[in-house]
């Protein structure tokens, strides 16, 4: 199988799927490879003691197309049901492989931003073909907003996963958050991501939309991206937070 050159091989686990998929996907015409993943986002932004904020709760589902690649091999009792239980192993490892890419989130409490313990709580779960991951990522220290704001993205700089928030209710959510707290979302224009991306594994854009395919950049170009680039951060959608 040939190796791509893409920042997503430290996944290095054959089943988590990343550096597979990666690997795999070398093959397809450079207009359409990037993204290779997409990820409809949850999250909620925790709160504890003195009104500080003490981290944030993703929860992410994974486009179809990937779910079924990653849980490969993993129906141990052969009941065509994957259980929790048996995704137990992969939801550990995937979100602990997510360290080298910040987990993908960025979150600023008052303009500073903020550093993260080791993930809690790692969970999978099939939904209507459907991977769902969801794992907390504790601050290494709780911080007080003051009247400052708090502000969390979730985005690949190198745009290797596209990530896009739901559309649900409850795709922005505070827990314990001090009374008068208020989240606002702001996402990307569609037309930005719709000519970026083109059609997903499903033929729709991450927002559930139909969208037309578009010619995208080459692969050499998304190949010469590193983690320290911010070229994924125009896909950003930001959950912003300000308290009375």
């Known amino acids: 199988m040939p190796t791509a050159s ?9 089943l988590t799927g990343f550096a597979v998929l990666a690997a795999s996907l070398a093959l397809v015409p450079p207009a359409e490879a990037h993204p290779h993943v997409w990820v409809s986002t949850k999250a909620e932004i925790t709160y504890g003691e003195g009104g500080r904020v003490t981290g944030i709760r993703n929860a992410w589902t994974f486009d179809a197309s990937y779910s079924a690649f990653v ?3 993993l129906d141990a009792n052969g009941d065509g049901v994957f259980s929790p ?4 192993s992969l939801a550990r490892e995937n979100t602990a492989n997510l ?4 987990y993908f989130t ?3 409490v008052a303009g500073k931003e903020q550093l993260f313990a080791d993930p ?3 969970r999978m779960a099939m939904e209507d073909g459907k991977l769902i991951m969801t794992f907390l990522l504790p601050l290494k220290t709780p911080v007080a907003p003051g009247r400052g704001v708090t502000a969390l993205e979730v985005y690949d700089p190198t745009y290797f996963v596209a990530f896009g928030l ?8 505070l827990t314990g958050a001090p009374t008068g707290c208020a989240a606002t979302v702001t996402r990307p ?8 991306e083109g059609k997903t594994p499903d033929g729709k854009t991450p927002d559930g939309k139909t969208a037309d395919a578009k010619p995208g950049l080459s692969e050499a170009f998304f190949e010469a991206l590193t983690a320290s680039a911010n070229y994924g951060s125009q896909f950003a959608n930001r959950i912003i937070v300000a308290c009375p």
């Open 85 to 88: 239980e048996e995704l137990s």
């Open 120 to 122: 809690t709580e790692p």
């Open 189 to 196: 224009k569609p037309e930005v991501v719709k000519a970026a």
């Open 6 to 14: 893409l920042t997503h091989v430290s996944l290095t686990h054959v």
């Open 166 to 173: 739901s559309d649900e209710a409850d795709a922005a959510r």
């Open 71 to 73: 849980v490969q091999g």
């Open 99 to 102: 360290v080298e890419f910040g």
């Open 106 to 108: 960025k979150l600023k």
